[in-house]
């Protein structure tokens, strides 16, 4: 073999080894989907016309587009004016944005229906069937990739999105890696 071939293995050989070793924000958290039993006749269909960042996006409605925040999570900031971008916000979104955009969502209700910014607040399911399907809210939060955020009297899965969020902090998923560069300016609850 010549001393040109033999160079060009060993490039490719540290390339390889280069990003097998990446520790690059795609694997800074790990999917963890968070399925539950769901009462289909509180739910309501929608379809995601577009995703705003990690917890926020909008969907169509009976023709009508309305903007929803999702219930109990907060993910790190992506773009918000006077915010600092937090560590995972890019990613959370560009998650959202792959899990939700174009696809149908069912949503679920708590007690207050909207924000004091008219956003819609509500709970997200996929792929519901037979009774069960992935809570969106849940995901985010068992993979990493949301911390709680709770504002009652919006609280009904408090207690399940908590102990996601214990999981998640003991594996050091996620934004637990770096919690305080995920929300910079925030408190962050336990």
Do not use: H
Not at 110 to 125: A, C, E, I, M, N
């Amino acid at each position: 073999m010549g001393r040109k071939a033999s160079l060009s293995i060993i490039w490719f050989i540290c390339v390889w080894i280069l990003a097998a070793c990446s520790t690059g924000s795609q694997d800074s958290f790990q999917e963890t989907k968070a399925v539950v039993n769901v009462n289909e006749q509180q739910l309501q269909k929608a379809k995601v016309v577009r995703v705003v960042d990690g917890d926020t996006f909008v969907v169509n409605v009976k023709g009508k587009e309305r903007k929803i925040r999702l219930i109990l999570v907060d993910t790190p900031e992506s773009k918000a004016p006077n915010r600092p971008k937090g560590y995972l916000g890019e990613e959370a979104k560009q998650y959202t944005t792959r899990r939700l955009e174009g696809k149908e969502v069912w949503l679920e209700k708590d007690v207050q229906s909207t924000d004091r910014y008219g956003r819609w607040l509500r709970y997200v399911y996929l792929d519901v069937k037979d009774g069960k399907g992935e809570f969106f809210n849940g995901t985010l939060v068992r993979s990493g990739l949301a911390r709680l955020a709770t504002f009652p009297p919006n609280v009904k899965y408090v207690d399940q999105i908590r102990e996601w969020q214990t999981e998640a902090r003991e594996a050091e998923r996620g934004v637990w890696k770096n919690i305080k560069e995920a929300f910079p300016d925030r408190k962050v609850e336990k």
